[in-house]
């Protein structure tokens, strides 16, 4: 048998030995564990300040969203602001779009007036040049019409006047008629 001495020895060095391996180990743990956090870091970070550099707006986007969690009062403020000024614009171009486009409607149909209105006023002068020589001479003609006119008035006036005298007589002798006989009643 071995020396307890010996025995302890060689348990030292085993330990010592097995103290030294597993150091090895978790270090090699450690730079696997190292490597591969790299690996994924670089794979995701890659891609994302490819698109980054490639469009510099998001990243200035990115700011400002970090800007707005650090200064949420502030952040909201100007939020609201540009959402204020973005409306109005869109507004301004709205109304610029709608009065341009009523502009277009409206010009041909202002032409067409103008047009129309200088051929009312045209043919209005010719027609009062004809109405006047027409009116010269056919005004006894007119005369002569409204004497008939007034003639056939008067024959009507006289022959309803005579149809209610009529009709008054014959009235006045039925009241007369009437009268006889309540008064012979009432003897």
Not at 175 to 187: C, D, F, I, P, V
């Amino acid at each position: 048998m071995q020396a307890p001495g010996k025995i302890m020895d060689k348990i030292s060095s085993s330990i010592g030995y097995l103290k030294g391996s597993l150091g090895q180990a978790l270090q090699a743990v450690e730079e696997i564990k190292q490597s591969t956090s790299t690996a994924i870091q670089t794979s995701v970070n890659s891609p994302l300040n490819d698109l980054l550099y490639q469009h510099p707006g998001i990243f200035q986007v990115l700011k400002f969203v970090a800007w707005v969690a650090n200064h949420p009062i502030r952040g909201i403020f100007i939020i609201l602001l540009g959402i204020a000024v973005i409306w109005s614009v869109i507004r301004a171009v709205v109304r610029l779009i709608e009065v341009a486009s009523l502009s277009i409607l409206k010009t041909p149909l202002t032409f067409a007036w103008l047009f129309l209105k200088y051929i009312w006023q045209f043919s209005s002068k010719l027609t009062m040049m004809n109405w006047n020589k027409f009116k010269n001479a056919n005004t006894t003609e007119i005369i002569h019409l409204e004497d008939i006119n007034f003639q056939l008035r008067e024959n009507y006036k006289q022959k309803r006047l005579g149809e209610i005298s009529v009709r008054l007589i014959e009235i006045q002798k039925e009241q007369h008629t009437l009268l006889e006989e309540a008064s012979g009643l009432m003897k």
